[in-house]
């Protein structure tokens, strides 16, 4: 979800552009207050994107690409010489996520002279880099479906200094970049809960009369491609179940069908209820939930209800709702690990488990015919994504909640971390890639640094025999030790019950155990755990969870949708934080319309000058601010002021406003 506290830490951003890309900075600026972020832009000097790569720092690697940017002849050898180019970047961008571990995000950016030749080089580009972890490709379509608009190119600026776009399109690119950098560090949900009628269909199934018109199909798609990409969806309606599932499997125009659907709750109980019932079937937390409902009162009863879920209002009208689950941030994918891709299956192999459950007369029956296997191992590279996925996913089983990135598990050897993955399987179905630990040596004892399960490997015995391997570890390289360091959250609960029943002792937040009798761990459902005072953890005091933060999700979907709403809240944000220059001076302001008009184009791009002559570049202005402003000049007046103009001394409203009223009076003349 989106959580104005995502990432306390300042994030530097490496952006390189093979054009001047300077003019992001202000939107981006805008994004960052927006999201409670705190970036750090640094610029690469104009068309340094190979050198960019190849520099050392940290940061997220930003590259803006105009592939026409490399295309000086076409049909003369042009083609293969972009290809090459794309070849060789993609080579590059490997490398630096593999030499660095940083994350690379590569945005191709529409331009003018794009063509299906253009576009087939950046999709084979996308191919070559698609297995590469840490890589994320937007391609121009994608760009320009996110955020069209009519004014994307300037050619007059393009020629005086490589600027090419207006500012529309800028804060578009600035947009495109903070949806890409947000999406990389902000959770993301695990469960999307979704009325039935008038949201997903038109009509009400009570009445015996609904209708999936094209815009509800293409709402379906969306939410089928959610499940492709490890989300899960549930339905929650305000009808009989049976209905639903009738609709789900016999109306032919359904898109949504039985077998993407994990869960339904159709009754008429409240809705907040139902997600709890749901989540605690799921075993997931409430604040992995997103909501959407048409109805406004029902959006109303979950956010009082469960406030730990997202809960929307979608749109009631169908195309306008497919339009803002476009910019609904949270169900932006990034890469779909294996385990995503079968996560619905997962669920279904898990409800036969709770089936074969009930059936057992004691728990100990049930797992003995479990037949459950579990193998522990090193990670392979195509884990890793895998890996930082669990870290930053697990919550309810997770000792210390540290949260990691690819490039920080690729990493971990070189750190003097050890690394080891868990996968279980059982006669119903894979659990998948499940569990993690990282461990290091220190003083005689292992110590673990992470221990992890997913929820629904929980309860088994797996979390007994990851500790059994570390005492295994322990052991062989003659450590008297094996120390599990906690932090207590509101959701790890679960974890912090498995510390109670080990035969251990705290060390402040620290379970100690001998490594003989961490290797000798075995899981005995049978055996009472009451019979000594349970050692507990220091634990934080609870508090109640911050309600999901819908309103910033709803005005990104609604508010801040297009360019052109983007870049007049990027300066009206601008206006309110800049200082004003010079309170003191008397205020000799515009004493024409002309000059009016003039001083209202240089309100965000300088400090508000008191006077018609104030100099641009006194007040702060520089040369790429003064080609902004230019191009400003011709969309207001429909006139090219000549370059030199922006470079008089002192550069003034009044000035300005004399060379263009001359330029309007000399086209009118020409006419």
């Known amino acids: 979800m989106i959580d104005r506290t995502v990432s306390p830490a300042p994030h530097r951003l490496r952006l390189a552009a093979t054009f001047t890309a300077a003019p992001l900075a202000a939107p981006l600026a805008f994004w960052a207050a927006e999201l409670g972020l705190e970036l750090e832009p640094e610029f690469a000097p ?5 050198h960019e790569l190849l520099r050392e720092g940290d940061g997220t690697r930003v590259l803006l690409l105009r592939t026409v940017d490399w295309l000086t002849e076409p049909g003369n050898g042009d083609d293969d010489r972009l290809r090459d ?31 299906p030749r253009t576009l087939a080089a950046e999709r084979r580009f996308a191919d070559t880099v698609r297995d590469a972890s840490g890589v994320r490709v937007i391609d121009s379509r994608q760009v320009r479906s996110w955020y069209a608009t009519a004014s994307w190119h300037r050619a007059y600026t393009q020629r005086l200094g490589a600027v090419p776009y207006t500012e529309e399109a800028y804060a578009a690119l600035a947009t495109v970049v903070a949806r890409c950098v947000h999406a990389a560090l902000a959770p993301r949900p695990k469960v999307i809960a979704v009325d ?35 989300r899960l969806v549930c339905l929650c309606s305000r009808n009989a179940e049976a209905d639903i599932v009738e609709v789900l499997t016999n109306h032919p125009d359904m898109v949504l069908r039985p077998e993407h659907v994990t869960a339904i709750r159709a009754n008429w109980r409240p809705k907040s209820q139902n997600l709890r019932s749901l989540a605690e079937e799921l075993s997931v937390g409430l604040d992995t939930f997103l909501f959407l409902d048409d109805d406004p009162v029902q959006v109303a009863e979950v956010r009082t209800g469960a406030p730990e879920v997202t809960a929307l209002r979608l749109p009631a009208e169908a195309g306008t709702a497919v339009g803002y689950l476009r910019h609904c941030w949270p169900l932006d994918v990034t890469q779909v690990t294996a385990e995503d891709a079968n996560r619905t299956e997962s669920y279904r192999d898990n409800r036969l488990r709770e089936a074969s459950r009930r059936e057992s007369a004691t728990l100990a029956q049930f797992l003995a015919k479990l037949d459950l296997r579990v193998t522990i191992r090193e990670p392979e590279p195509h884990d890793l994504d895998r890996v930082a996925q669990l870290t930053q996913r697990t919550n309810q089983f997770n ?34 890639l499940a569990g993690l630990l990282i461990f290091r040596t220190a003083g005689g004892a292992l110590i673990a640094e992470t221990f992890l399960l997913s929820c629904r490997a929980m309860g088994r015995g797996v979390e007994h025999r990851m500790l059994a391997h570390l005492g295994d570890l322990a052991g062989q390289h003659g450590l008297r030790e094996v120390r599990l360091p906690f932090r207590a959250t509101d959701r790890n609960v679960p974890a912090a019950e498995f510390l109670d029943t080990l035969p251990g002792r705290w060390d402040e937040s620290v379970l100690v155990l001998d490594a003989a009798a961490a290797a000798a761990t075995r899981y005995a459902p049978q055996q009472p755990t009451g019979d000594r ?16 933060p819908s309103a910033l999700i709803d005005r990104i979907a609604t508010e801040l949708a297009t360019p052109s709403l983007v870049a007049k809240a990027a300066a009206a944000w601008r206006s309110r934080f800049t200082a004003s220059h010079d309170r003191g001076r008397p205020d000799t302001g515009p004493c024409t319309p002309m000059e009016a008009r003039v001083m209202r184009l240089w309100q965000d791009l300088v400090p508000s000058p008191r006077s018609v002559h104030d100099d641009f570049f006194e007040l702060g202005g520089d040369s790429l601010t003064a080609l902004l402003f230019l191009g400003r000049a011709l969309d207001e007046f429909g006139v090219e002021l000549p370059a030199d103009t922006m470079f008089a001394s002192p550069l003034t409203v009044a000035g300005v406003s004399t060379a263009i009223e001359d330029a309007l009076r000399l086209a009118g003349d020409r006419q």
Do not use: K
């Open 399 to 432: 000792l210390s909640g540290v949260r990691l990135t690819a490039a920080e598990v690729s990493r971990l050897p070189g750190e003097g971390l050890g690394c080891l993955v868990v996968e279980a399987r059982d006669r119903f179905g894979s659990y998948g």
């Open 533 to 548: 005072p349970a050692p507990r953890a220091p634990r934080s005091g609870h508090r109640t969870p911050a309600a999901a």
């Open 46 to 50: 104009y068309g340094q994107v190979f």
């Open 85 to 115: 180019l794309l070849v060789d970047l993609a080579a590059a961008v490997r490398e630096a996520v593999e030499r660095r571990g940083e994350p690379v995000i590569v945005v191709f950016c529409p331009a003018a002279g794009d063509s």
């Open 196 to 230: 039935c009628d008038n949201t997903i269909w038109d009509g009400e199934v009570a009445e015996g009369a609904i209708a999936v018109p094209a815009a509800r199909r293409e709402l379906q798609s969306m939410l089928v491609e959610q499940v492709r990409a490890g």
